[in-house]
Nanobody, 127 residues
Framework: DVQLVESGGGLVQPGGSLRLSCTASGYSQWAYSTACVVWFRQAPGKEREEVAGSGPFGSPSYAASVEGRFAISRDDAKRTLTLDMNSLRSEDTAIYYC??????????????????WGQGTQVTVSS
Protein backbone atom coordinates (compact mmCIF):
# COMPACT_ATOMS: atom_id res chain seq x y z
CA ASP A 1 0.00 0.00 0.00
CA VAL A 2 1.10 3.53 -0.73
CA GLN A 3 1.61 5.79 2.26
CA LEU A 4 2.65 9.43 2.39
CA VAL A 5 4.18 10.64 5.64
CA GLU A 6 4.62 14.36 6.21
CA SER A 7 6.91 16.14 8.61
CA GLY A 8 8.24 19.58 9.34
CA GLY A 9 5.27 21.68 10.38
CA GLY A 10 5.25 23.88 13.45
CA LEU A 11 5.03 27.37 14.86
CA VAL A 12 7.12 30.12 13.31
CA GLN A 13 7.20 33.89 13.56
CA PRO A 14 6.26 36.07 10.59
CA GLY A 15 9.20 36.34 8.23
CA GLY A 16 10.53 32.98 9.30
CA SER A 17 11.09 29.77 7.36
CA LEU A 18 10.00 26.17 7.51
CA ARG A 19 10.67 23.08 5.45
CA LEU A 20 7.99 20.46 4.92
CA SER A 21 8.78 16.96 3.73
CA CYS A 22 6.58 14.20 2.37
CA THR A 23 8.04 10.73 2.00
CA ALA A 24 6.24 8.08 0.02
CA SER A 25 6.39 4.35 0.59
CA GLY A 26 4.90 1.75 -1.70
CA TYR A 27 6.14 3.41 -4.89
CA SER A 28 9.00 2.16 -7.03
CA GLN A 29 11.50 4.84 -7.94
CA TRP A 30 10.32 4.78 -11.54
CA ALA A 31 6.66 5.06 -10.57
CA TYR A 32 7.36 7.95 -8.23
CA SER A 33 9.51 9.74 -10.81
CA THR A 34 6.58 9.74 -13.26
CA ALA A 35 4.00 10.84 -10.70
CA CYS A 36 2.27 14.16 -10.23
CA VAL A 37 3.23 15.61 -6.83
CA VAL A 38 1.50 18.56 -5.22
CA TRP A 39 1.28 20.49 -1.96
CA PHE A 40 -2.12 21.75 -0.86
CA ARG A 41 -3.18 23.68 2.21
CA GLN A 42 -6.41 24.37 4.03
CA ALA A 43 -6.89 27.21 6.45
CA PRO A 44 -9.74 27.28 8.99
CA GLY A 45 -12.99 28.20 7.31
CA LYS A 46 -11.46 28.19 3.85
CA GLU A 47 -11.41 25.79 0.94
CA ARG A 48 -8.40 23.66 0.24
CA GLU A 49 -6.07 25.29 -2.26
CA GLU A 50 -3.06 24.20 -4.24
CA VAL A 51 0.20 25.74 -3.09
CA ALA A 52 2.75 24.23 -5.47
CA GLY A 53 2.99 21.27 -7.77
CA SER A 54 5.21 19.41 -10.16
CA GLY A 55 4.47 16.97 -12.95
CA PRO A 56 6.97 14.31 -13.92
CA PHE A 57 8.61 16.27 -16.70
CA GLY A 58 7.44 19.83 -16.29
CA SER A 59 8.65 22.76 -14.30
CA PRO A 60 7.17 23.42 -10.89
CA SER A 61 4.34 25.90 -10.60
CA TYR A 62 3.10 27.94 -7.68
CA ALA A 63 0.07 29.75 -6.43
CA ALA A 64 0.41 33.48 -6.88
CA SER A 65 0.23 33.99 -3.12
CA VAL A 66 3.44 31.99 -2.55
CA GLU A 67 5.38 32.67 -5.75
CA GLY A 68 8.90 33.77 -4.92
CA ARG A 69 8.63 32.67 -1.28
CA PHE A 70 8.03 28.92 -1.52
CA ALA A 71 9.99 26.30 -3.44
CA ILE A 72 8.92 22.76 -4.21
CA SER A 73 11.45 20.05 -4.97
CA ARG A 74 11.40 16.32 -5.41
CA ASP A 75 14.01 13.64 -4.82
CA ASP A 76 12.75 10.69 -6.81
CA ALA A 77 15.46 8.36 -5.54
CA LYS A 78 14.25 8.99 -1.97
CA ARG A 79 10.58 9.30 -2.98
CA THR A 80 10.55 12.57 -1.10
CA LEU A 81 8.77 15.83 -1.85
CA THR A 82 9.90 18.99 -0.10
CA LEU A 83 8.37 22.42 0.33
CA ASP A 84 10.71 25.18 1.45
CA MET A 85 8.72 28.09 2.82
CA ASN A 86 10.37 31.45 3.37
CA SER A 87 9.15 34.91 4.38
CA LEU A 88 6.17 33.30 6.02
CA ARG A 89 3.09 35.37 6.71
CA SER A 90 0.17 34.91 9.05
CA GLU A 91 -2.01 34.09 6.06
CA ASP A 92 0.16 31.04 5.37
CA THR A 93 -1.23 29.46 8.53
CA ALA A 94 -2.97 26.25 7.50
CA ILE A 95 -2.78 22.49 7.47
CA TYR A 96 -0.52 21.46 4.62
CA TYR A 97 -1.07 18.24 2.69
CA CYS A 98 1.00 16.49 0.08
CA UNK A 99 -0.65 14.50 -2.66
CA UNK A 100 0.71 12.08 -5.23
CA UNK A 101 -0.96 10.49 -8.25
CA UNK A 102 0.24 8.74 -11.35
CA UNK A 103 -2.65 9.95 -13.48
CA UNK A 104 -2.85 12.98 -15.72
CA UNK A 105 -1.28 15.77 -13.73
CA UNK A 106 -3.22 18.64 -15.27
CA UNK A 107 -6.50 16.84 -14.62
CA UNK A 108 -5.60 15.84 -11.10
CA UNK A 109 -4.59 19.35 -10.16
CA UNK A 110 -7.74 20.81 -11.68
CA UNK A 111 -10.00 18.47 -9.72
CA UNK A 112 -7.84 17.89 -6.62
CA UNK A 113 -8.66 14.24 -7.17
CA UNK A 114 -5.51 12.47 -6.03
CA UNK A 115 -5.21 8.82 -5.10
CA UNK A 116 -2.82 9.36 -2.25
CA TRP A 117 -2.69 12.04 0.43
CA GLY A 118 -0.48 12.74 3.40
CA GLN A 119 -1.92 13.03 6.87
CA GLY A 120 -1.46 16.79 6.98
CA THR A 121 0.92 18.92 9.01
CA GLN A 122 0.02 22.13 10.82
CA VAL A 123 1.89 25.32 9.96
CA THR A 124 1.20 28.28 12.23
CA VAL A 125 2.71 31.68 11.55
CA SER A 126 2.30 33.94 14.55
CA SER A 127 4.27 36.27 16.77
Amino acid sequence: DVQLVESGGGLVQPGGSLRLSCTASGYSQWAYSTACVVWFRQAPGKEREEVAGSGPFGSPSYAASVEGRFAISRDDAKRTLTLDMNSLRSEDTAIYYCAVDRGNCQQRRATQNFDHWGQGTQVTVSS
